[in-house]
């Protein structure tokens, strides 16, 4: 929760694998050094990855 994510998101991302997270966080920020990808909201990148890959639902806006 750290990173900006509730609750409900971060227990998604641990039952995938917290080691699995913390190398994902690693690669974004060596591809964020190196210029390689641009992210300006940390917390939005991980969670739409995390929604891409099925992981986190995505919600719905009413």
Do not use: H, P
Not at 1 to 24: P, R, S
Request: no cysteine.
């Amino acid at each position: 929760m750290a990173y900006g994510l509730n609750e409900e998101q971060a227990e998604a991302i641990v039952k995938d694998g917290y080691d699995k997270f913390l190398t994902f966080v690693e690669d974004v920020n060596k591809k964020a050094r190196k210029g390689e990808i641009k992210v300006e909201n940390a917390t939005a990148y991980i969670i739409g990855t995390y929604q891409k890959k099925g992981i986190i639902q995505k919600s719905v806006k009413a």
